[in-house]
């Protein structure tokens, strides 16, 4: 089993900045990507940002230039900075982890919450 912890959301006014971090713990051998997701009250879940093992990335489109996603491998962690925010960026952040080894398997977390103030 595969557990996923995130943390680092909460309120930050329009323009500030954020660091998600969710770290994967669990019988885990490889892993094919880690990313985050977002879901505001009344609206689909979204793609914010996703990490392939080999670091490519892959974000949406009202992300880019704003959020970087970033991995440690090593610590089976994937970051979140996410700058210049605003109140349309107010949801639950998910984290998610494709596991390849020693089963296939795709996790997600609890969710944090992360409120942008106008």
């Known amino acids: 089993q595969v557990q996923l912890v995130e943390s680092g959301g909460g309120l930050v006014q329009a323009g500030g900045s954020l660091r998600l971090s969710c770290v994967a713990s669990?019988?885990?051998?490889?892993?094919?990507?880690m990313g985050w997701y977002r879901q505001a009250p009344g609206k689909q879940r979204e793609l914010v940002a996703s990490i392939s093992s080999i670091g490519k990335t892959n974000y949406g489109d009202s992300m880019k230039g704003r959020f970087t996603i970033s991995r440690d491998a090593a610590k089976n962690s994937v970051f979140l900075q996410m700058n210049s925010l605003t109140p349309e960026d107010t949801a639950v952040y998910y984290c998610?982890?494709?596991?390849?080894?020693?089963?296939?398997?795709?996790?997600w977390g609890q969710g944090t919450q992360v409120t942008v103030s106008s």
């Open positions: 998610r982890c494709r596991v390849f080894l020693p089963r296939v398997g795709d996790y």
């Open positions: 669990g019988t885990i051998f490889s892993i094919n990507d």
